[in-house]
């Protein structure tokens, strides 16, 4: 390993240390761009349609953003980077929009096609697969704050989550106009009550964090309603709404009053996570489950029953002890007479309904058992114990029993469309002290006087409606502005206006408003089409600017605010994964479905490959191999256990919207490359495949090995450095076989076995995985 971690230190300077570019990204994080802007600009205002500016090097700009851009270079004095090569272009722009490595042949076809529309064809064709939008789902899923989990003490899974996962994918890949996927998400249910689709949406709602074991219903409907409020303020507005909930906000002019009113959107909404899936739509997943199922209940039927007939017993009694541990003002609408509901009283009910379990009756069987329980009968006792014993012969079908729930999708809907909960202005934003009741409004800050059009249907009140028409306006001054600003700090690592997360002023000044003006009013214009915008970005000789650092920018634009100079980046966690796999060979290529649940890395917190948590849930891993290797968005996402291969390398948080992957520079994340097995697994897959396609002769190994990993072969000094490395390996080996150790990995799925050299073998696979923790590997350039 000493040998590994001197090779890494000694492959040149952009190979070097994980840190090499450690103090440059933190003193870019630690002075946001805050005073390029006109004064009299607005992110509040109307989106202007902006002109490009007259520029004297004309000949560089291929897109008018390119104009914009070098409208402010060439105030400041400085002229753009030159092109970055073609092979560094295609590894960069693949990277971005697939998540990706290419392969060397697709690098080698761009670099020899002399054709005049050869950047074109490589960016349509980045942008019509599929993995366009696996890419850009898992942006998305950031902000949805999507996880295939409840969170709080018992985590317990959502085994419908992926769809609306899969719903996001299908989305981006067919360019589904921004305004629409708005509409979908805050209200399908209401625009389109018939469209499985549309309703199937609207979990990007009912992702919060839930608390299945609350006992105060009413305080759990209103942090749910904080959670959906504060999200769509963040998501679609940038605006840190959330902070006015206790008091009017301190930075921005929105009220306290204002934010209930916002609120006050989702007052009457619910969430069925059991909905039955339209008949005809089954996926073969569903199909293969029902089949699962109906074996499984076939084999037990006699067990569950004789142990139904047991909790029967004591049912009424048990759901009624259940029910009295709610804190008062939830018992009050429980034990209400349903005739004298109010609309709060039924949305309690709908809530106590949907986490009631039979399990809530056979712990109450159990505790009966227990002297002392105010409930004790020792009658139960025999009887607790023949449901004890039926559960261990249950047990035994384990084997038969789906691992996970399918058949079903989760939506939103309204309980009502004539009564609705009042919403109230809370002191201090504490839910047992209301004040005042508000209606629904948009706060005025955002909107001016909108006047909003709440038209009640037959089976929803028409709140959220009202909401999606609104935010996916043509005339909304933020909407357009926000995703824009959000699709270009993809690019470019920051966006126009830093703080993506914060459009208001206590955020940052926007670097180039007349740009964000510009792709606003263009994004909608173009039928708010996601693909066109992401086009015109990847083509611009803004985005094909090269890297290397310039000593004139470096005085006159420390933190590169104009951008002079292509921003470089580190991968983000799940790129750095699948892209491992890619390399490898390993990668399984396939779209949609539940999600997977690969090995854990052994050791990990003395895990191991099983993990056990509270409730109903476990890590259980995932019996078809080819789920092992599915790209990271389909990688089971746990809120209380995130998957540990991925986790040091600042996974986004699932319990909030998470605008920005935050990018920090540790010694976990060396160490869980360099030591996990995982990993060290598929450095053995990469070493077979390079031996497979380059062959016996060592240089063309190493040059295989860079041109996969780095989009370009290996230059003299890295040769001789990567060739003493092989030597000097193998000499160690051999010491080590001589002591008696000789325990060494080799290349996996070699076709050939001929004249292989073990020794030999096992140093290329010590440089493979030391190459592949390199950071040529990890950052784009």
């Known amino acids: 390993m000493n040998k590994a971690i001197y090779l890494s230190l000694v492959l040149g300077a952009a190979n070097a240390a994980w840190a090499a570019d450690a103090p440059k990204n933190a003193a870019a994080s630690a002075a946001p761009a805050r005073s390029a802007a006109p004064k009299a600009w607005s992110a509040y205002q109307p989106v202007n349609d902006v002109a490009p500016p007259a520029v004297q090097q004309k000949s560089w700009v291929r897109k008018p953003i390119d104009a914009f851009v070098l409208s402010a270079l060439e105030a400041k004095g400085l002229k753009p980077s030159k092109d970055a090569d073609r092979a560094t272009f295609i590894r960069r722009a693949t990277l971005d929009a697939w998540g ?41 899923l950031d902000l949805a704050r999507y996880a295939d989990s409840t969170g709080f003490q018992q985590d317990r899974t959502r085994h419908n989550n992926w769809r609306y996962r899969d719903y996001v994918i299908d989305a981006f890949n067919a360019d589904k106009p921004f305004n629409r996927f708005i509409q979908e998400q805050i209200a399908g249910d209401e625009l389109w009550p018939d469209n499985q689709t549309a309703r199937i949406a609207t979990g990007f709602l009912a992702g919060y964090p839930d608390n299945y074991n609350s006992r105060d219903l009413v305080q759990r409907k209103y942090q749910i309603e904080t959670d959906l409020t504060d999200m ?28 209930f009113q916002l609120q006050a959107f989702f007052a009457n909404t619910a969430f069925n996570e059991k909905t039955p899936l339209a008949k005809g739509s089954e996926t073969a997943y569903d199909k293969e489950y029902q089949q699962a199922l109906a074996t499984y209940q076939e084999a037990t039927k006699d067990i569950r029953a004789q142990q139904k007939a047991i909790l029967d017993t004591v049912r009424e009694a048990g759901r009624k002890y259940h029910n009295e541990r709610y804190l ?124 909003l059009d709440i038209k009640p249907t037959a089976t929803s009140s028409g709140r959220r409606t009202a909401l999606a028409n609104w935010l996916s306006s043509d005339s909304n001054p933020l909407t357009a ?182 990018v920090t520079t540790t010694p976990l994340q060396a160490l869980t490359l360099f030591n996990s097995e995982v990993v060290f697994d598929w450095s053995q897959a990469l070493a077979g495949r390079v031996v497979n396609e380059a062959g016996a002769n060592e240089t063309a190994q190493l040059n295989r090995l860079y041109q996969i990993l780095f989009a370009r072969p290996a230059n003299k000094q890295e040769l001789a450095t990567l060739k003493s490395f092989l030597a000097e390996q193998q000499i160690a080996i051999r010491q080590r076989a001589a002591n008696g150790k000789f325990e060494v990995a080799v290349p996996s799925g070699i076709k050939t076995n001929a004249q292989f050299d073990p020794v030999k073998s096992a140093a290329f696979v010590d440089l493979v995985h030391t190459v592949a923790n390199s950071n040529d590997f990890a950052y784009r350039f």
């Open 232 to 259: 769509v303020g963040e998501v679609f507005l940038s605006s840190t709404i959330g902070c006015a909930r206790c008091h009017n906000h301190k930075a921005d002019r929105v009220s306290q009053k204002e934010y």
């Open 481 to 662: 502005r926000v995703y824009a600003n959000r699709v270009w700090a993809q690019y470019f690592d920051k966006g126009i206006i830093e703080t993506v997360q914060d459009f208001g002023r206590a955020g940052a000044k926007p670097t180039h408003p007349e740009l964000l003006d510009h792709l606003a009013s263009q994004f909608v214009q173009n039928g708010w089409s996601i693909k066109k915008l992401h086009r015109e970005i990847l083509l611009s000789s803004t985005y094909r600017q090269a890297s290397d650092e310039r000593a004139d920018v470096l005085k006159a634009d420390p933190y590169n605010k104009l951008l002079a100079v292509y921003p470089r980046k580190r991968l983000d966690a799940e790129v750095i994964r699948d892209s491992l796999l890619y390399a490898s060979g390993l990668l399984v290529d396939k779209v949609g479905g539940p999600s997977v649940l690969p090995p854990i890395v052994k050791g990990s917190a003395g895990l191991g490959n099983s993990v056990d948590f509270a409730g109903d849930t476990t890590w259980a891993v995932s019996e078809n191999k080819e789920d092992w290797y599915r790209r990271s968005l389909y990688v089971f996402s746990r809120r209380s256990f995130p998957y540990p291969v991925t986790s040091n390398f600042d996974l986004p948080n699932p319990n909030a919207p998470h605008h920005k992957r935050d």
């Open 100 to 140: 990706l490595l290419p392969t060397p042949e697709e690098i080698q076809a761009f670099v020899q096609d002399k054709s005049p529309n050869a950047y074109e064809k490589l960016v349509d064709r980045l942008l019509a697969s599929h993995r366009f939008g696996e890419r850009q789902a898992r942006r998305w």
């Open 328 to 451: 008062t003002d939830s018992r009050e609408a429980i034990f209400k007479p349903q005739s004298e509901w109010t609309a709060l009283d039924r949305w309690v009910n709908w809530r106590k309904d949907a986490v009631a379990s039979e399990s809530d009756i056979a712990g109450y069987l159990e505790d009966t058992t227990k002297p002392g329980f105010p409930a004790y009968n020792p009658d139960n006792i025999e009887k607790y114990k023949e449901y004890k014993r039926l559960s261990a012969e249950l047990k035994k079908f384990d084997k038969l029993k789906p691992t996970r729930v399918l058949g079903q999708y989760t939506t939103a809907l309204e309980l009502s469309a004539k009564e609705v909960p009042p919403t109230h202005v809370r002191f201090g934003g504490i839910h047992e002290r209301p004040l005042e009741a508000v209606e629904p409004g948009i706060p005025a800050l955002w909107g001016g006087k909108v006047q």
